[in-house]
């Protein structure tokens, strides 16, 4: 059910170890949320292009983790540092591009998420 989203700016490259960080974020999620790791979904969407703050060279990483409703705040507060930090684990600097990463846990409304597996 975890729904995770990835946009990462091209210039980070193979200096972003995309399979690196999914798989770990599926593993070290999955028991804080009580969902198996086969419910988790992470795509990835490459920024060709991007404006960060004045337009001074920057890349940026932005993850939004979508839950299905109904987890307190803390345990959602906690989904983010668990997952903001296997960010930074996972991403290699780049010589002359800071890099910002940014992260939102959302809720997914529970009486509209549908799944089927065929």
């Given at each position: 059910?975890?729904q995770?989203?990835?946009?990462?700016?091209?210039?980070?490259?193979?200096?972003?170890?995309?399979?690196?960080?999914?798989?770990?974020?599926h593993?070290?999620?999955?028991?804080?949320?009580?969902?198996?790791?086969?419910?988790?979904?992470?795509?990835?969407?490459?920024?060709?292009?991007?404006?960060?703050?004045?337009?001074?060279?920057?890349?940026?990483?932005?993850?939004?983790?979508?839950?299905?409703?109904?987890?307190?705040?803390?345990?959602?507060?906690?989904?983010?540092?668990?997952?903001?930090?296997?960010?930074?684990?996972?991403?290699?600097?780049?010589?002359?591009?800071?890099?910002?990463?940014?992260?939102?846990?959302?809720?997914m409304?529970?009486?509209?998420?549908?799944?089927?597996?065929?």
């Amino acid at each position: 059910m975890p729904q995770i989203t990835v946009e990462y700016s091209a210039e980070l490259g193979d200096g972003f170890d995309r399979r690196g960080f999914a798989l770990a974020l599926h593993r070290t999620v999955g028991p804080l949320v009580s969902a198996e790791v086969a419910a988790f979904k992470t795509r990835f969407r490459r920024i060709e292009e991007s404006v960060i703050g004045d337009g001074s060279p920057a890349a940026m990483v932005h993850i939004r983790v979508g839950l299905l409703q109904g987890r307190p705040v803390e345990l959602k507060q906690e989904v983010g540092q668990v997952v903001i930090g296997l960010a930074r684990d996972h991403l290699k600097p780049v010589e002359g591009l800071p890099t910002q990463v940014s992260l939102e846990v959302h809720d997914m409304d529970r009486e509209q998420y549908q799944k089927i597996v065929l």
